[in-house]
């Protein structure tokens, strides 16, 4: 039932990440490791969110096959981030995400990025469209600018919370 991200949708938010060398990267949501090996290559250190423990143990294995000594996987509920190494200067989520947390925005160092899809409407159940886009924090206030048009599907966890509607 999970999704990779489409590669052309994930590089064009992980360019405009602009992730440096000495990043300390965040991925959310890294299902079997895809994006945590690529964030990896470019980051000082990273580690990986995934609540299932069948895709924890596959994106463990790829490290280990890929020789990939800078990145940690950790089983937990993506939506609550990893505050042990936090803060991060990038956050990315693997998924349309409805709802940022602010346990996440709290994670996020000053000068840090966020990156996310944000949907706009549902095109089925396997995919929300929506527009990718660019977090930073700058003396503790997040802003945003979308970035481009996306359609990718929902990361759990990350829709919003249903609300009274009159």
Known sequence: ???????VVFARMV??????ATDTVLDVGCGPGYSTAILAHLAGAVIGLEEESDLVDTARGLMLDLGIDNAVLEQIK???GYA???PYEVIV???AATNIPDTLLDQLADGGRLVAVIPERHISERCHFGS???FTK???IVGSRPLFDAGIPPLPGFEKEAGFVF
């Open 1 to 7: 039932g999970r999704y990779l991200m489409e590669p």
């Open 15 to 20: 360019e405009a990440a602009s992730i440096q």
């Open 78 to 80: 993506p939506t609550l």
């Open 84 to 86: 042990d190494q936090a």
């Open 93 to 95: 989520i693997g998924g």
């Open 132 to 134: 990718a886009t660019l």
């Open 138 to 140: 700058v003396g503790g």
